[in-house]
């Protein structure tokens, strides 16, 4: 990516104005950034037309509407030249690797410090890349989903329904249905309870608090 000495143009997507407010804050003071845009949901950042003239978008993956992961792939598709860092909740441990495979320059957790993501930004514009780490000899099953199938197992623990996926993703509830079937396969389970007994055990989804 050719960069001049023109402010790094940076997008922001969380769905939390107050985390939102913060990022943006990091990336002015402390990288000199050009915060030229924000959304709270995975549609608004898709129909930006200031994306498209964005060095970077820092993403956020439990976006609603369009979560993160397919907001990911379409901007890999549609703006190749707008770099992808991955700021998240969840644990590099368990999504690092997926997410850089599927086309991120880089994934950070929410628990890293400041600096990091400025420094994330930077070489993310520059052109660099985290490689995905090779996956561990004894991974555990859901690794060896397809990055589908593992987008579709992380909606329906979260508790969406077979037909609010099909129609985020827009395709047609058998092909969720048929994904979910292949999930349940490789995982060796049956029920929506054992799928989120299983999400919570490996630290995908957070557990419930008890009553």
Not at 95 to 102: D, E, G, S, V, Y
Not at 152 to 180: P, R, Y
Not at 189 to 196: G, S, Y
């Amino acid at each position: 990516m050719r960069i001049t000495n023109r402010k790094l143009r940076v997008f922001v997507a969380d769905d939390h104005p107050f985390v939102r407010m913060g990022i943006k804050q990091v990336l002015r003071e402390l990288g000199g950034f050009d915060v030229v845009g924000e959304a709270e949901d995975g549609r608004q950042v898709l129909n930006a037309p200031v994306l498209a003239t964005c060095d970077v978008l820092v993403l956020d993956l439990s976006l609603p509407v369009v979560g993160g992961p397919e907001v990911l792939r379409r901007v890999r598709s549609q703006y190749p030249s707008v770099a992808v860092v991955v700021l998240s909740m969840h644990p590099e441990e368990q999504f690092a690797r997926r997410t850089l495979a599927a086309g991120a320059a880089a994934y950070l957790s929410k628990e890293r410090p400041p600096a990091d993501l400025v420094e994330a930004v930077r070489r993310a514009a520059a052109g660099d890349r985290e490689r995905p780490a090779a996956p561990e000899p004894e991974a555990p099953p859901h690794q060896r989903l397809t990055r589908r199938e593992h987008q579709i197992f992380m909606q329906v623990v979260m508790g969406q329904t077979v037909a609010e996926i099909a129609a985020e993703l827009n395709v047609h509830s058998c092909t969720v249905s048929n994904h979910l079937a292949n999930v349940r396969t490789k995982l060796g389970l049956n029920t929506q309870a054992e799928l989120a007994r299983y999400a919570v055990a490996e630290g995908l989804i957070p557990a419930a608090p008890p009553d």
